[in-house]
């Protein structure tokens, strides 16, 4: 026996402690395994110390952790710092910050991506239907109380017969979604406490009415639509916390109120926007920006927005292309909102399309300056042959390009039949022409077909050369055969940038909308930590 407890204590005293901060642990290389052994079901934060976003999750983070143990849970939250432990970061393609994995049953081979939102209740939520059922059983009426209570949604199910096909679907419904709980009853004094006679769905809110009776036929597909048309406030305010609601929904038509918070008429603002969002729940997400927040001023830009131009409505929609529209009055009213939407999803609306004024000198450099004002006259002239770069003024490899664009342009001086060309599309848009990252090459032959060709060759002198010099044959592709790959790794990047979520998620193609997406884009990131720029993308929506 006391051979026996020798070895359990010569064993207990070889595993160190693993080290918490704010009941979260501090794992490394040399205690990872040790921490998944011990803690079966751990979610792993993958962040660096200079990285905004991580900095911003540090305390919901925490909480989280807090709100697992006090509960007694097993289920543990972890941090790595993996821009010390790079061998880790390595391991289980850390590409952004934060990355967020959860490892369950102790599995470190297939750990599966978070892919909730970032405050608290989202990440407790998300992890119980990661390791419990997905519909909790409710017998006592204070079980349902705190249920409701302590989230800011909840879903209960009242079913006197569990079994029942209703029921069944129910179940199937709450599968599919991680962020909100769900919970079933068939007591009696759950049904007469929350005043519901009959078998049905209740979604409860912290906001709006406070409560939303399903009334349709049970399928799954119904009860979702319900849930989703119903789980976001009326009019949402646009910030790092609720963006991944805002964009990881099925609504992909977004109207947007840009106003000033502390404006005398705010709340006049926003009574007549929510009475406008009564009659599209479920069609157009209201959504709005307070325009004197610093870092929404790069949204403002990408919408064409000025700070005194607001308060201003703009609607974008998210499906296949992004298209935006612009109201034809800046009268902000329930009336004139109402009839905006209705023409919109009536399908009467004319995409609004940026375009700067044309510059007095926009041909007297060896590269010529395009706007949406004068893009068509210039590149599909049948007599000339223009090669375009489509950039941003913040875009590094852009930066990086454009010595190289100059010397082209000078190669090809006025009177050539080649011009070469640069248009800013953070400030202008062209209804034929997408672009989707930065910076986006394309080449407009001569002749009247108004053909397009992708540049997907070197950025060099010599490849842009081949390339014209062969007709855009050497380098090239038709417009829309190759897509360029949106799935970078950091290595393949010499610079990354620092974006807003909103516009960076707003760049890219609606059909590949989700919350995760938004760290591989080809603008992605830049941290800025001690003065100096970070090769490595954050990832604003982990």
């Known amino acids: 026996m006391f051979k026996l407890f020798l070895l359990c204590a010569l064993a207990a005293a070889g595993r160190s402690e693993i080290p918490e901060e ?32 991580c900095k911003a999750l540090v305390p919901e983070y925490a909480k989280a952790a807090g709100m697992l ?37 102790g599995d470190k ?12 209740d989202d990440i407790v939520n998300w992890l119980k239907k990661r390791t419990g059922p997905a519909v909790a059983s409710l017998g006592e009426v204070t079980e349902a109380e705190s249920l409701i209570a302590d989230n800011e949604v909840a879903v209960i199910g009242f079913f006197k017969d569990a079994q029942s096909e209703d ?9 599919s979604i991680d962020e909100i709980p769900f919970a079933m009853t068939s007591a009696d004094s759950i049904f007469s406490k929350f005043e519901v006679s009959k078998d049905g769905i209740v979604l409860f809110k912290k906001f709006d009415e406070g409560r939303n009776t399903f009334d349709g036929e049970m399928t799954k597909e119904n009860i979702l639509a319900f849930i989703k048309a119903n789980q976001l406030p009326l009019v949402i305010e646009f910030t790092e916390q609720t963006a991944p609601k ?49 870092d929404n001023q790069r949204i403002l830009e990408f919408f064409g927005l ?22 034809d009055s800046d009268v902000i009213s329930a009336e004139s909102i109402t009839a905006f939407c209705t023409r919109f999803t009536e399908g009467k609306l004319r995409p609004h399309l940026m375009s700067q004024d044309i510059p007095e000198d926009w041909n007297k450099n060896p590269v010529s300056v395009l706007v949406g004002k004068n893009f068509e006259e210039v590149v599909f002239d049948p007599t000339k042959n223009v ?44 209804e034929a022409v997408k672009v989707h990252s930065f910076p986006t090459l394309k080449y407009f032959p001569a002749g009247e077909e108004r053909k397009v060709i992708d540049y997907n060759g070197e950025r060099t002198m010599e490849g842009f050369t081949k390339f014209l010099e062969s007709g855009g044959k050497e380098g090239g592709a038709p417009a829309g055969e190759e897509e360029e790959d949106l799935d970078l790794d950091a290595s393949e990047s010499a610079e990354f940038f620092d974006l807003p979520l909103f516009p960076i998620i ?21 941290e800025v930590a001690n003065g100096e720029e970070s090769p490595v993308p954050c990832n604003p929506s982990a």
């Not at 406008?276 to 920006?289: T, V």
């Not at 707003?506 to 830049?526: D, E, F, L, P, V």
């Open 306 to 327: 000025k700070k005194e131009e607001c308060p201003a409505i703009r609607l974008i929609t998210l499906e296949d292309e992004m298209t935006k529209f612009k109201p």
């Open 22 to 53: 704010d009941d979260v642990l501090v794992l490394k290389k040399s205690n990872f395994d040790e921490a998944l052994q011990a803690h079966p079901d751990i979610l792993v934060e993958f962040y660096a110390p200079w990285c905004g976003h």
């Open 246 to 294: 805002i964009f990881g929904g099925e609504i992909k038509s977004h109207i947007l109120m840009f106003v000033p918070k502390a404006a005398a008429d705010f709340q006049d603002k926003m009574d007549q926007f929510k009475k406008a969002a009564e009659g599209f729940k479920g069609k157009i997400l209201f959504i709005f920006i307070d325009s004197e927040v610093e």
């Open 69 to 105: 143990k006090a509960e007694g849970s097993a289920i543990r939250l972890g941090k790595v710092d993996a821009t010390e432990e790079t061998e880790l970061a390595q391991e289980y393609g850390v590409r952004g910050y934060p990355t967020i994995k959860f490892f369950k049953g």
């Open 387 to 430: 090669f375009v770069e489509f950039y941003a003024p913040w875009c590094g490899h852009c930066k990086q390009l454009a010595p190289i664009w100059d010397k082209l342009g000078e190669k090809y001086p006025e009177g050539s039949d080649v011009i070469i060309a640069k248009m800013d599309s953070t400030a202008n848009e062209i």
């Open 167 to 175: 029921a069944k679907a129910f179940e199937r419904a709450a599968e």
């Open 506 to 526: 707003y760049m890219r193609k609606g059909n590949r909308m989700r919350i995760q997406m938004a760290r591989r884009t080809t603008t992605s990131c830049k």
């Open 109 to 120: 081979e297939a750990p599966k991506e978070y892919s909730a939102g970032r405050q608290s």
